[in-house]
């Protein structure tokens, strides 16, 4: 089975924290990377997403979270009104 990954970058103006996790995260730029599996058995190409991750570097180490779309979409939308007012 094919599958495919790719990079964006969101940035968060405040600290904030993700579901499932207590600690805190500095605001900044973080790197998301998105994993998609190509669906078999269609006559056109089609992925679905298998996995997002939130990549997180620091104190010399990274980890990569996983995370709903849905979650990240809701950490950013959070953090939009603090942009708003920037």
Excluded: W
């Excluded at 805190?24 to 991750?53: C, I, M, N, W």
């Excluded at 997180?56 to 180490?61: K, T």
Aim: with cysteine; glycine share 6%; aromatic share 6%.
């Amino acid at each position: 089975m094919n599958t495919r990954s790719t990079r964006s970058t969101v940035t968060f103006c405040h600290p904030f924290t993700l579901k499932g996790h207590s600690d805190v995260l500095p605001a900044g730029d973080y790197e998301v990377l998105v994993e998609e599996e190509e669906l078999q058995g269609v006559s056109f190409l089609a992925y679905r997403k298998k996995a997002t991750y939130l990549i997180i570097m620091g104190h010399g180490r990274t980890e990569m979270r996983e995370i709903s779309g849905n979650d990240l979409e809701s950490v950013l939308n959070r953090d939009q009104p603090a942009n708003d007012d920037a």
